[in-house]
């Protein structure tokens, strides 16, 4: 099977900008959760989404939302973007994810000047 | 924030000796374990799991233990090779918190030839 595909791998904005990231998930696969990963905080969790509905969410405000369409796909968004928001977005995906096994995508580095 | 804790930030080890990496937890809820390879520039890679309900679990060159009494994980590795050396996260998940890991700081572990 392929593993999980994210787009774009690199990004450049500046502050104010807002930001569409894309994953696609391993097939069959119908979790998709989101990472921020940084230097100084490691990887904390954004949110997850199971068949086009958000379960569960993570500690950042809501310049950071996201979605997920029937097949699985899910997107990230980020508005107004800070300097503090350049990192590398990761996302997984898991069949049910409850309590099993994600699969990590390569990440999107995007850094905001 | 949430975190598992990891003992040692730098793990520096001679090729063909034996790794060990250490965890701890702070949720004794947790159901599962995963230990995390990531190398530079890519997502982090599955290494091997570990469910709240067992001890000990083997797969090729690493073992992972689970000492519930003290919340104590820990990932062995044999016999050290230059390409284990990446950075080892250990992350847990409960059941009810849906498609959200929580992640250690990450041990990095270089292998000297």
């Known amino acids: 099977k392929a593993g999980v595909t994210q787009t774009p791998r690199y990004l450049i904005k500046t502050r104010g900008q807002q930001v569409t990231l894309s994953c696609s998930p391993i097939s069959g696969h119908r979790s998709v959760s989101w990472y921020q990963q940084t230097p100084g905080q490691g990887l904390q969790f954004l949110f997850e989404?199971?068949?086009?509905?958000?379960?569960n969410k993570g500690n950042f405000p809501g310049r950071f939302s996201g979605r997920q369409f029937s097949n699985s796909r899910s997107e990230m968004n980020v508005s107004t973007l800070e300097l503090g928001d350049s990192a590398l977005y990761l996302c997984a995906s898991s069949s049910l994810g409850a309590g099993e096994t994600q699969y990590f995508g390569p990440g999107t580095r995007l850094l905001v000047l | 924030g949430e975190s598992v804790g990891l003992h040692l930030p730098t793990l520096s080890v001679q090729e063909g000796d034996n790794s060990i990496i250490n965890c701890a937890y702070s949720?004794?809820?947790?159901?599962?374990f995963i230990w995390y390879k990531q190398e530079s520039g890519k997502g982090p890679q599955f290494i091997i799991d570990?469910?709240?309900?067992?001890d000990k679990r083997q797969g090729q060159r690493v073992t992972v233990l689970l000492n519930k009494t003290v919340k104590h994980l820990s990932l062995q590795i044999a016999a050290t090779q230059p390409g284990d050396s990446a950075v080892y996260f250990c992350?847990?998940?409960?059941?009810?918190?849906?498609?959200?890991?929580?992640f250690g700081q990450g041990t990095t572990l270089q292998v000297k030839p």
């Open positions: 949720n004794s809820a947790s159901d599962y």
């Open positions: 992350a847990e998940i409960t059941r009810s918190n849906t498609g959200k890991l929580i």
């Open positions: 989404y199971f068949s086009e509905t958000q379960r």
């Open positions: 570990i469910r709240s309900n067992m």
